[in-house]
């Protein structure tokens, strides 16, 4: 190897970490920014030009009202992570370390309430455990003969299940990931030395994937703190208010108070920044999680015996009981020509219109390939990028690594409101053609989806240990042939499962995308919201069926493909 | 932005301009002759396009511009949002210096904000001598296209029809005790609904309302008019009366009446200041007021603004005057979380 050799292999290396960091500093910065300098200004208008303030932080939490709904805020999001994480933990240690039947299938469907937009499974559980008219109530109350309230999805409880329900499928992934990539010969001599398989679960493989548990519990944790849907669906009948509809509030007023919704922002943020730091103190002690070296390693999974048929129906019930019911009010809604709860009146008045309407409406096809377009493109990209950056701040010793940690995570805190506003304002100043096009919607999904690439990420690096980096530079292969023969099939599930979770979030996405789209840049979510507002419920539910259908196909496509490279049991 | 900070050295080049200004026949837009309604056509063509941000119903909106479109051969670029995010992007765009947007179609609210914002322009037209009074503003900054009228909508299986209240204070009948729902956002008819009926009375009306039989706050007019289909919320209180008739167009079990005294917020159409494509801006308004555009809002259901066009409602409707609103939103915003969605239940 010659010297030039050597160096341009360094400076190609670091060409692209320097290219990964400031792609993040990029698109974090710009409504970090604004988020901060915001919140130290009044409204600007015609008549009055912004001014410094601090009144804005005194508004936002010189009250005790703040106080009340934010501790509101932590009871809802304690309780939704706590759940989402619980559930989706049990189907993916089921799915990955055991040999539960079936579950290559259990994949797939596991991520239906994902899938189904936001406010359409809300309703459907509005439908499902409503005091009145909730269809579950009526059965149990006519098989018992009685009228108790079975369910009541009017308050804290109902919150905490709807929302944690619907975000299981991101703890599921995550872990999913984490799992994936298990050697499981500490799990098979906990076994041999008498351990049973729930011990053998609590004791090594939840330790053994803590900063994946982690890495969830605060993820899901943050994203409830942000979430309005749900607490104004299920939460504002009874009363329950919590601390984002302060920020909404702040927006909708006259002038636009930006800069209190950025105050109360600034909360989140510190919440969010405190769980980065705290997981990379936890992580920063080298190979104590790396399940993956270079002795032999083969993910292979645990022996339920007889247990696996348990599993199984344990399996079978949850998606009876809970994925298929909201999926089955949906089906029903949408065959309908508006909603009635079930009955042999109803059944009588079955029919397709909604799904003709749905597929000859003209705005559709343009949106669903703008999409497919943005959500494809952002989530490969966000996973490549991060993947760069989480080698940097997990393999390397650069100071201050944990800071690029935070600022790849800080998108995760801004609502959706104030990260539009964020780069409307930043991008109609600075002039580079992306204004009205799909690229300002493509940047605004890469920043809001790169915090959940980069725990993705992150996990799955942790446990892959540098030994096999090292053989390999050690035989003669550069940085970049390491990097993309090595590591990224080596990160492969970790890859995979945030690359699902953003191309399905993404589609979504509502609260930016309706202030960047433009005429000719409508994306699926805008159409959602469309029929959402003219009040065809029913036509709706009919997309949110065919979605969850092409959703599905796309996952079991990627799954499929994912399945012929990289690893594979032995 | 800010027009009276003049720098003296482009102060002369300024004072040309005017001049040259005022040696010009009127401006288009303030010109409201027959002569103008003649040449319009041809320059709107010229121009070949207009932009268009609304927050007016999709399919209804379609159905308008379709119709424009078809007359006068000039493509439209609708872009949709809501009310709020219309007005932001509006402003934001000015701010920066971006002028896109020809016209613009919000609510009243939303509206008197541009205004007073300074991005919209004068226009004067024959046909704001048809539309009501009440809900033209006198600046001629924007002009009202149809009225978002409040009715009351039930659903036919869960209220019988002889058990319809008659005044708002038959809703203090205890029969009503957890049947009655309530839009969230609506703290302007809030406002207008009590001064009308007068302050300390219509405090206490509400107050009594919501403590005894309780008001469940729903968000968003579509949501509570699907509540209302499924029979989860029996009675709105609230609700915008398109809703209800589209739905019982469909043969679902709702209906509607209109409690006196009925409050309306207007939407309405105005003009960018720096509209790119001004002729085509200009006639897409006057189509949007005149008799042929008005009777297309008449068709979806729609309170048209236009007294030439019959009404599909037959009520004393009270406008909510939007500079008045937006004066005293604090005021009400407050009064209406404090009484109806603190105790909502």
């Known amino acids: 190897m010659t010297t030039t050799d050597t160096q341009r292999r360094i400076e190609l290396k670091w060409v692209i970490v320097a290219v990964a960091i400031a792609a993040v500093a990029y698109l974090a910065l710009v409504p970090l920014a604004f988020l901060l300098w915001e919140s130290f200004f009044t409204p600007r208008s015609v008549t009055r030009a912004a001014e410094f303030t601090l009144e804005n932080y005194r508004t936002a939490y010189g009250s005790l009202e703040t106080v009340r709904l934010f501790v509101n805020s932590l009871q809802y999001a304690t309780g939704s992570a706590l759940f989402a994480f619980v559930v989706g933990t049990l189907l993916a240690w089921m799915n990955e370390r055991t040999n539960t039947p079936l579950k290559t299938l259990f994949f797939a469907l596991s991520l239906i309430p994902l899938i189904i937009p936001g406010v359409l499974f809300t309703v459907a559980w509005i439908f499902l455990g409503s005091p009145k008219i909730g269809i579950l109530n009526m059965l149990l109350q006519r098989l018992f003969e009685t009228d108790y309230v079975f369910f009541n999805v009017y308050s804290m409880w109902g919150m905490v299940w709807v929302d944690g329900l619907h975000y299981s499928p991101m703890a599921f992934l995550l872990m999913t990931a984490a799992f994936r990539s298990m050697e499981p010969a500490l799990e098979e001599s906990a076994m041999m030395c008498g351990a049973g398989v729930l011990q053998t679960l609590w004791r090594i493989t939840l330790k053994l994937a803590w900063p994946a548990v982690f890495a969830t519990l605060l993820i899901l944790f943050v994203r409830a703190l942000e979430s309005f849907e749900v607490p104004a669906l299920l939460g504002l009948p009874v009363g329950i208010h919590v601390f984002t509809s302060s920020i909404y509030q702040a927006i909708h007023e006259y002038p636009s108070q930006v800069g209190l919704a950025c105050a109360y922002g600034v909360t989140l943020l510190v919440i969010t920044t405190a769980g980065i730091y705290l997981q990379s103190r936890l992580t920063g002690r080298g190979g104590r999680y790396s399940t993956i070296t270079g002795k032999g390693f083969r993910p292979r999974v645990i022996d339920l015996g007889r247990w696996r048929y348990l599993t199984a129906a344990i399996f079978v019930v949850y998606f009876l009981l809970i994925v298929a019911l909201p999926f089955l009010v949906l089906v029903w809604s949408s065959l309908q020509k508006f909603y009635a709860p079930p009955s042999l009146a109803a059944l009588q008045q079955l029919t397709l219109d909604p799904y003709r309407f749905i597929i000859a409406y003209p705005p559709l096809l343009p949106a669903v390939m703008n999409t497919l377009l943005v959500a494809v493109g952002s989530a490969t990209v966000i996973m490549l990028i991060t993947s760069v950056i989480c080698w940097i701040t997990v393999r390397t010793k650069l100071p201050g690594r944990w800071l690029l940690d935070m600022l790849a995570s800080v998108p995760l805190v801004f609502p959706g409101i104030v990260l539009g506003l964020a780069l409307l304002i930043f991008y109609l100043n600075f002039k580079v053609g992306v204004y009205g096009t799909l690229t300002i919607l493509f940047l605004a999904y890469l920043t809001r989806f790169l915090p959940y690439g980069m725990r993705y990420n992150t996990t799955s690096m942790l446990q892959i240990h540098r030994e096999l980096e090292e053989s390999a530079m050690m035989s003669g292969s550069t940085w970049s042939t390491t990097f993309v023969r090595i590591l990224l099939p080596l990160l492969k599930p970790g890859l995979i499962a945030g690359w699902i979770y953003i191309v399905i979030v993404s589609t979504r996405e509502l609260s930016t995308s309706i202030l960047l789209y433009s005429p000719g840049t409508e994306v699926v979510s805008v159409v959602i919201w469309e029929l959402w507002e003219n009040g065809q419920y029913v036509e709706l539910s009919a997309l949110g069926v065919m979605f969850i259908i092409g959703l599905l196909t796309l996952v079991l496509t990627a799954q499929l493909l994912g399945r012929r490279f990289g690893l594979r049991e032995v | ?345």
């Open chain 2, 1 to 345: 932005m800010n027009r009276l900070n003049i720098r003296p050295t482009c102060f002369l080049p300024m004072l040309l301009a005017a001049g040259l200004a005022c040696a010009q026949p009127a401006p288009l837009a303030l010109d409201d002759s027959p002569a103008r309604a003649q040449r319009l056509p041809d320059a709107a063509r010229a121009e070949g396009t207009l932009v268009f941000y609304t927050s007016l119903n999709e399919q209804n909106m379609a159905y308008v511009v379709a119709a424009f479109e078809k007359k006068y051969g000039i493509k439209v670029r609708t872009w949709r949002s809501n009310a709020d995010r219309v007005l932001q992007r509006m402003l934001t765009e000015f701010q920066a210096g971006r002028f896109e947007v020809d016209v613009v179609h919000p609510g009243s609210g939303e509206l008197e904000v541009l205004y007073r914002e300074k991005v919209l322009q004068k226009i004067e037209s024959q046909q704001y001598k048809h539309l009501l009074p009440a809900a033209m503003p006198a600046h001629h900054e924007w002009a009202p296209t149809f009225l978002s009228v409040w009715v009351q909508a039930y659903n036919t299986n869960a209220v019988k029809k002889e058990d319809l209240p008659r005044t708002y204070e038959d809703l203090l009948n205890p029969k009503w005790k957890g049947k009655l729902g309530i839009e969230a956002g609506n703290d302007d008819w809030f406002g207008k609904i009590v001064s009308e009926m007068g302050e300390a009375r219509g405090l206490k009306l509400f107050r009594e309302m919501a403590e005894n039989n309780g008001l469940s706050v729903r968000k968003g007019h579509t949501l509570l008019s699907n509540l209302v289909i499924s029979g989860e919320v029996p009675f709105a209180v609230t609700m915008y009366n398109y809703l209800p008739q589209a739905g019982k167009k469909k043969g679902a079990p709702v209906d509607w009446l209109a409690l006196d005294p009925v409050i309306a917020r207007a939407n309405g159409v105005g003009v960018a200041r720096r509209a790119p494509h001004p002729a085509a801006a200009l006639l897409f308004y006057e189509f949007l007021i005149s008799e042929e555009g008005q009777q297309l809002f008449a068709d979806r259901d729609y309170v048209p603004a236009s007294r030439k066009v019959k009404w599909p409602i037959k009520a004393d409707i009270k406008v909510i005057d939007p500079a008045v609103s937006l004066d005293q939103s604090e005021k009400w915003a407050k009064a209406f979380q404090e009484i109806v969605l603190k105790r909502g239940r």
